[in-house]
């Protein structure tokens, strides 16, 4: 079975930094690209970026580009997203989400996501 | 960026009646137009896959069509548990987008 458990959400200040971590479990992850999208309180999707398995191929949201980072550690089955320089605007409940494919395609599997509250 | 525009915003509907959501594109996307389902509380679940491929768990009264620009998913015979707010997403250009969403209200 799938798992994807995301963490390392919080109340942060403006401008200050949070790194979240994605756990995943249940298939083999460096067969997978994978994923980090958003959702604001009350309001729809967004996503953040994504990242091939071997991290060739990576992509950002206009939003997020050059304040965050994603990366992943194959040997530990983990996915990272460092956001820097946060705003008001990135209050959200961050998910994890798991690609179809080694490159990136679409998501099929979600975690229950980990909230993040910029505010001072 | 691809902008994905969703008809109508909100719908009442009563069981057994016929859904019908519109998904525009701002741009041609080919088939790469993906729809999930998203009830309260939970995490983003997909239904239809490219437009019109079936996601295996998922009953057969969801159904997808179109290609381009304009799309549509078809919920057959609503039932109760399919209340739930419906998104597409595009995966057809980076940065990938979503559409506003579409909630199903059961009457």
């Known amino acids: 079975e799938v798992q994807l458990v995301e963490s390392g959400g919080g109340l942060v200040q403006p401008g200050r930094s949070l790194r979240l971590s994605c756990a995943a479990s249940g298939f083999t992850f460096d067969d997978y690209a994978m994923h980090w999208v958003r959702q604001a309180p009350g309001k729809g999707l967004e996503w953040v970026s994504g990242?091939?398995?071997?991290?060739?191929?990576?992509g950002y949201a206009d939003s997020v580009k050059g304040r965050f980072t994603i990366s992943r550690d194959n040997a530990k089955n983990s996915l990272y997203l460092q956001m820097n320089s946060l705003r008001a605007e990135d209050t959200a409940l961050y998910y994890c989400?798991?690609?179809?494919?080694?490159?990136?395609?679409?998501?099929?599997?979600w975690g229950q996501g980990t909230l993040v509250t910029v505010s001072s | 960026e691809i902008v994905l525009t969703q008809s109508p915003d909100f719908q009442s509907v009563t069981p057994k009646e016929k859904v019908t959501i519109t998904c525009r594109a701002s741009?041609?996307?080919?088939?790469?137009l993906h729809w999930y389902q998203q009830k309260p509380d939970q995490s983003p679940k997909l239904l239809i896959k490219?437009?019109?491929q079936s996601i295996s768990g998922v009953p057969s009264r969801f159904s997808g069509s179109g290609s381009g620009t304009d799309f549509t998913l078809t919920i057959n015979s609503l039932e109760a548990e399919d209340a739930a707010t419906y998104y597409c997403h595009q995966s057809s250009s980076l940065p990938w987008t979503f559409g506003q969403g579409t909630k199903v209200e059961i009457k």
């Open positions: 989400a798991k690609d179809t494919t080694a490159w990136l395609r679409l998501f099929d599997y």
């Open positions: 990242i091939s398995w071997n991290s060739g191929s990576i």
């Open positions: 741009q041609s996307i080919g088939s790469s």
């Open positions: 490219y437009a019109s």
